[in-house]
């Protein structure tokens, strides 16, 4: 067979193949299989040659490591799929640390933090391009460091990103500008509860997290939620908490650590029954991560 017909068979064969593996990484996926499904969508990713096709392969392997809890895979392949689509219509996927699981110490620099500041360093940065949406992955990364010269950058660069907000662009590009500049905003807010002293101080809070679509309103929520717990309104931290795992299901980390959070509301509030219900959701669903 001659080279020239082989190209056009694989130029054939490999969509339809692609498609194949999509379809059953998809059905893996619904089912929480999510090691078969990561396995499938790598598979996908190497003979899928469609760019809109690749681009939410991409976006579902990042989902996946999210299901996973692995966080470092997560960024990584977020970061990859910037470099190829800054402005992606899967943006959602974005993998955004709302909390931090470690105890805050005076400890070396992280791999998660090494990699966020590549892409924050003008230098370094991999894309060589506007990239808001890979600043704010890495910019909430290092709000959580345990260097104050890192959670210093990462609030200069947050603030940067809030001014995107204005953006006229009536494309998509121009819609993920806005909706970056507003998930900018509630990642500043994780810094400023301590501060609180009234409801009213919410209401900004909770009309930008209404602005938001669905699909990026899981983190904002549990930020709102820790806010009402320190105001002392565990009712209100609870229901913010409780839309987490509905919304965001795929940040498995997240919703997992929303219950924690909505279980422990529950106990101040005297109802142990409803306590004990998102404590064995918790070990039930969520016993698997890291």
Known sequence: MKPV???LLFLFIAPCLAQAQIADADVAYAAKEYETALTLYRQARETENRPQQRQRVMA???RTHNALGNALEAYQEFFALCRVAPFSEHFDCIPLVWFTARPFTP???TSDERLALQWLSPSTNPSNVDNPAASLLA???LLSSA???NRSKAVEQLEQLTFLGNA?????AGQVRRQIAMLAQMQLRRLRIAALKEEHELTAWESIVE???NSLQGGPYYVLGLAYAKLQNDEQAVLCWMRVPILFPENRPLAAQSLQEAAKALRRLKREEEEQ???DELRRDYGDLK
Do not use: F, R
């Open 5 to 7: 017909t082989l190209t």
């Open 60 to 62: 579902m392997i990042v």
């Open 107 to 109: 400890v070396g620099v």
């Open 139 to 141: 910019a909430s990364i």
């Open 147 to 149: 260097q104050a010269a």
């Open 168 to 172: 006229t662009e009536q494309d998509s």
């Open 211 to 213: 602005k938001l679509p």
């Open 277 to 279: 219900t998102l404590l």
